[in-house]
């Protein structure tokens, strides 16, 4: 069981994003494992790829991750998210607070993200 990042997703699809020949290269690795993703991460790769490539493209990408992905929340979801947020000071987005959340709540070591704030949370390893 894996978390998986928005910038993974992002790298993906985005062929002109920095970190897509990457993504490529880790994409049979992330492929056979259980994926995690929140709703937060899901909203935040969504917007930027529908920026990036189209809407009809950001339609096909949110049916692929409702298909192949575990989507996690509880009902105290926002406010627990919200407290690591304040944790941080701000310096990690709400969403990469909700990845905190569900990976702490799951037991969850490893995240799949090229996104470098997620080095300075103990007990987090970014595979990239």
Known sequence: ????DSSFIIALTVEKDQW???????L??????????T???IIESINLIGKCKGGKVGRTI????????KVYKTHDFLKRAMNEFIKYDGTLSSA???????MQ???????FSFD????KVNGIVRVS
């Open 1 to 4: 069981m894996i978390f998986v």
């Open 62 to 69: 949110f049916q692929y991750i409702q298909d192949n992905y």
């Open 105 to 111: 709540d799951l037991n969850i070591p490893e995240i």
């Open 116 to 119: 470098e704030d997620f080095d």
């Open 96 to 102: 990469d607070c909700t990845a905190i959340i569900t």
């Open 28 to 37: 049979n690795k992330f492929t056979k494992q259980e994926k995690i993703i």
């Open 39 to 41: 709703e937060a991460m």
């Open 20 to 26: 897509h020949k990457d993504a490529m290269k880790k």
